[in-house]
Structure formats: structure tokens, C-alpha cells
């Protein structure tokens, strides 16, 4: 893929159709981490890389008329699913091991923000609950139920309501 830095050199070889697809995926991260990221700072960081991602996007559908996650609901829904999982953590997406050392501790705590909405699934069961505590030694969230009522449950069981 291409990105854009000083010199403007190619960090992966990817042709044109698969830098459209991993493009999209990146876009959606990205917005993911506008949600979770707290500081403002990050916020407009993240807000100013989608826009960038989402004119490339737009320019490559256009040009070779390609469904994308803006033009198309069902390609929308499609790479949406890759990265958001029905129950459980998303599926973020890095694009060499140098990037996930940066990112993954920092997206695995912002994701499980304390005080952040939760939705606990057991089986066809759904309650919801304010996360108060989060262990990942143990992989346990603490949740509020209201009511008084604090449960622990696995972090596989709980998914955050963005």
C-alpha cells in the first residue's frame, strides 16, 4: 500500500485492488479508534487520517467504479463484519508487527474503557451494564448491572456499545 510520507515510498506491494480493499479495513479502524481514543488530541488525529482514507477510497471507486463502504451498502456491511465481531473484541487490523507493538496494548485499554457501555451475551441472553473494572491477567471485566449489581464476566462474553 501507499502512504503518504516525505519521501512517498511504498511501504507494501499490494495492487490496486487489494490497497482498495485494505484500505477500507483501515478506514474502519481508524473510526473504531475516533470512538475509543478519549483525548481530544487523538480524536482529531483520527478524524483527519478518515478523511484522507475516505478520499482515496472515493477517488478509486470512482475512477474504476467500485463498490466501497460509502457507496454501497452491502460492501458497507460486509468489511464492517470483518472488523466487528457479533459478541467480543473487534478485529483490529495492523499492518506489520512495528504498528501492533504500538497499537495493540493501547487499543485493548481504550476499548475496555472503564465506565464505557457494555453489552454481556450469554447465549440468546443480553443485558447491558457500565464496565467498572477490567483484569486482563485473568481476562475478566467487572460489570455494573444497575441495581447494585456487579458481575464478573469473561472479556469473550462482553462487547462495548459504540
Known amino acids: 500500500m501507499y502512504t503518504k510520507n516525505k519521501n512517498k515510498n511504498k511501504t507494501r506491494n499490494l495492487s490496486y485492488l487489494k490497497y482498495f480493499e485494505q484500505l477500507q479495513l483501515e478506514y474502519i479502524i481508524v473510526e473504531l479508534r ?19 482514507k475516505k478520499d482515496i477510497i472515493e477517488d478509486l471507486a470512482i475512477r474504476n467504479s467500485l463498490k466501497s463502504i460509502f457507496n454501497d451498502k452491502e460492501k458497507r456491511i460486509e468489511k464492517y463484519r470483518q472488523i466487528y465481531n457479533k459478541i ?5 487490523i495492523y499492518k506489520d508487527e512495528r504498528d501492533k507493538e504500538m497499537f495493540e496494548i493501547k487499543d485493548k485499554k481504550n476499548y475496555y474503557m472503564t465506565d464505557s ?8 441472553k443480553e443485558k ?12 475478566t471485566a467487572e460489570i455494573d448491572l444497575g441495581n447494585d449489581e456487579l458481575n464478573i464476566f469473561d472479556l469473550n462474553l462482553i462487547t462495548r456499545i459504540l
Open 88 to 92: 467480543g473484541y473487534p478485529n483490529f
Open 117 to 124: 457501555d457494555f453489552k454481556i451475551t450469554i447465549g440468546e
Open 128 to 139: 447491558f451494564g457500565i464496565l467498572k473494572t477490567v483484569s486482563f491477567l485473568t481476562q
Open 34 to 52: 475516533k470512538k475509543i481514543y478519549p483525548s481530544l488530541k487523538d480524536k482529531q488525529y483520527y478524524e483527519r487520517v478518515m478523511r484522507g
